[in-house]
Structures are given as C-alpha cells and as structure tokens.
C-alpha cells in the first residue's frame, strides 16, 4: 500500500509517517517545502505521478490566535488545501484521510460534542478547518474526516512543552481553568487513524484519547508527572487577552470509534506519562 502523508515534518505528521513505516507501507512524506497543498498543480502532479492508494493531510496552519489577523493564508492553507488533496484524490481513486478539529464547535454545548453536532465555530481557524471538511465532504466518495484536540507530541511544541517551559524559569504560572477539552497524544492518534483507515468505514470521526479536563489540571498533570515544583494559579478566559476567542467545551465523544476499529483510545493522563517518560 502506498501513502502520501503530507505535512510530514508537523508534529502530529512525524507520528503518522512513524505509523505507516512501522506497517511496512510504501511512505511518501511530503513536507510543506515539497508539496505546499495550497498549490492544485502541484497537488495534482504529486498525486497523480506517485498514484497513492491512501493520502493522509496532516498539512493545517495551526496558530489560532495569528488566524485572526491573516484568515486569508488560514482560509487557503485550511480550507483550499484540503479541497486541493480532495479533486486529486477522487480524479485518481485514492482515499484522503483528513484532519480536523475540535473548534469546528462553538463550546455553548452541554456534554460532549458527538459526530452529528452542528459545528458553529468562533474563530477564523475553526471556519477554515471547518470549509476544508465542507470541500472534502462534497467532493469525495471515500474519505475520512478526523476531528482530533488539545494534541501533544514530540514533533513540535504544544502546551505541555511550553509547560515545561515556564517552571523551568521558575516563575507562578497562571492557567486557564474553564475550557474543557480532551487532550490527545500523537503516537495514540497516529495509530488510530491508520487502523480506522484499514477498517474502511469511511466517514467523520471524533478521535481523542480518553478523558476531559481543563487546561488547568492538564498542567498541573504535567507538572506532577515531571516532579516540578511549581505555583500554579487557576484563572478564567476573561484574563487572557488573546486574539482569538476558545471554545469553553470542545470534549469530543468517540462514538462510534469502538465500533469501527474494535479499541478506544487510553486515558490522556497514560498517554501524558508514556509521553513524558520518553
Ligand atoms: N495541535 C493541536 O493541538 C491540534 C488540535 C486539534 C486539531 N489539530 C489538527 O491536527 C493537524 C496536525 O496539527 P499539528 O499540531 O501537527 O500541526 P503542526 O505541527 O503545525 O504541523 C502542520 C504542518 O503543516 C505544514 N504546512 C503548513 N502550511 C502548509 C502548506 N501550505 N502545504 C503543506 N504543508 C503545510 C507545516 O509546515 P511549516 O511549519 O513549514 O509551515 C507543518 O509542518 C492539523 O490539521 C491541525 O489542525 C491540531
């Protein structure tokens, strides 16, 4: 089987090329420098040279808060690269297995959000991500849509590095404490795509390790697991001046994850350690 993993050099595309390598596929990792999928030309002329039976798009502009201020490069990275991958994929046969996110949702849902929630997002990074899953779904006949959270791994910085971080300079760090989400480790996520790609139960799913908390206690799991000794203050949204606004509940259901690849995903708090202990 041959799979193109574009964005091969984010974090969460550094796992997924580990995965498929380790299923002995044929990888073809493509970076943002080697394939930029906001080019249909390029896109076109990869995929239809290197005839892929899967592509999986881990490619996404992922700064949330810069979104605000240039959602002309989010909207084109985000929304038109996904519809790129998506005319090649079906124009040549190949399943494109997508990523997406939990700010496709607008956090005033009580509860977890299930598949077939109406995503309504607040952010310019939330539209973008959502218009890219629009393109893929009304242009594709074999896709797969991945909604994924709060990701952590270690091909990039994210929250728990720029945890890490701040006790390293051993000032109190301030967190917030009133946005709920499940927090996801890459190796785990990596896995289950490919296993949800080799179910062939095409469709939307909500894949995050098990387990919601806010970004107050993920930190000071963090902190607990790694022995630092930290002063660590909860606080709300409202004292964070940040350019983009977060939802205050983007926990994902899984359903019907277990019904398609036989596992749910671990507790994040195992995944953290696993992570922590590597
Ligand atoms: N991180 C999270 O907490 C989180 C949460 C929910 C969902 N997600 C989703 O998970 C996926 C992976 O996220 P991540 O955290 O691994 O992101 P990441 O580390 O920022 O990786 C994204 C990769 O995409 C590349 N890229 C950007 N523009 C591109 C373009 N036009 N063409 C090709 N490649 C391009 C980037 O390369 P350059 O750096 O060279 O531009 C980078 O290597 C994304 O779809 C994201 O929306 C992430």
């Not at 994850?257 to 953290?272: C, D, F, N, P, T």
Request: glycine share 8%; net charge negative.
């Amino acid at each position: 089987m041959k799979v193109i993993i574009t964005g091969a050099k984010g974090m969460l595309g550094q796992d997924m090329v580990a995965e498929f390598q380790r299923r002995d596929y044929e990888v073809h990792a493509a970076n943002h420098k080697s394939l930029d999928i906001t080019d249909i030309h390029a896109v076109r002329k990869v995929i239809e040279a290197l005839r892929p039976d899967v592509v999986v798009n881990c490619a996404a502009y992922t700064n949330v808060d810069k979104a605000e201020s240039e959602p002309e490069v989010a909207m084109r990275v985000n929304g038109l690269g996904p519809r790129n991958l998506a005319l090649a994929c079906e124009a040549t046969g190949a399943v494109l297995l997508h990523i997406s996110t939990d700010y496709v949702f607008d956090g005033e849902k009580e509860g977890p959000y299930e598949i077939w929630d109406t995503p309504n997002p607040i952010n310019v990074y939330g539209k973008s991500k959502l218009w890219g899953e629009k393109y893929v779904r009304s242009l594709m006949h074999r896709y797969f849509i991945v909604r994924t959270s709060w990701l952590f791994g270690k091909g990039g910085r994210n929250f728990v590095t720029t945890m890490l971080e701040l006790a390293k300079r051993g000032e109190p760090i301030r967190v917030v404490d009133d946005q709920w989400g499940c927090p996801t480790y890459t190796v785990d996520l990596a896995k289950a795509c490919a296993d949800l790609l080799e179910s062939g139960c095409f469709g939307i799913y909500h894949v995050t390790n098990q387990g919601a908390t806010t970004w107050y206690e993920f930190a000071k799991k963090v902190f607990e697991l790694s022995h630092a000794t930290v002063m660590i203050e909860p606080i709300t949204s409202s004292c964070l001046c940040r350019p983009a606004v977060r939802p205050k509940n983007s926990v994902l259901e899984g359903f019907p994850i277990q019904e398609s690849v036989g596992y749910v995903l671990r507790m994040w708090q195992l995944a953290l350690g696993e992570y922590l202990g590597e």
